[in-house]
């Protein structure tokens, strides 16, 4: 069966780290453009960090840009996320997403096919 699962989130304070990781079972994991998104209650879901089926193109979102750290290992069929100087506003529900490297180049939430369940961040000021 062909899942995501995140983990690794956890309540920090304002200005500590935290690692988030992606386990996936996909068929071929390195065919798979994978991507970070996060929902904060009554929020619109955005896209955090997104890597390409080889890891050698990543894209932030501006408000991350310098803290976050987004990185994949496809011999453990494993995606992270690396948050450092956390701040409260990236208190939200984190997504794991992927999609396939031979469809389109959308990188918007609909355009990945393929979503976990979510991983909490609080972080606390």
């Known amino acids: 069966q062909v899942h995501l699962v995140e983990s690794g989130g956890e309540s920090v304070q304002a200005g500590g780290s935290l690692r988030l990781a992606c386990a996936a079972s996909?068929?071929?994991?390195?065919?798979?453009?994978m991507a970070w998104f996060r929902q904060a209650p009554g929020k619109e879901r955005e896209k955090v960090a997104s890597?390409?089926?080889?890891?050698?193109?990543?894209d932030y979102l501006n408000s991350v840009k310098g803290r976050f750290t987004i990185s994949r290992d496809n011999a453990k069929d494993t995606m992270y996320l690396y948050m450092t100087n956390l701040k409260p506003e990236d208190t939200a529900v984190y997504y794991c997403?992927?999609?396939?490297?031979?469809?389109?180049?959308?990188?918007?939430?609909?355009?990945?096919?393929?979503w976990g369940q979510g991983t909490q961040v609080t972080v606390s000021s």
């Open positions: 890597i390409d089926y080889s890891g050698t193109d990543t």
């Open positions: 996909l068929l071929t994991f390195s065919n798979y453009n």
């Open positions: 997403a992927a999609k396939s490297r031979y469809y389109s180049d959308g990188g918007s939430a609909t355009d990945y096919s393929i």
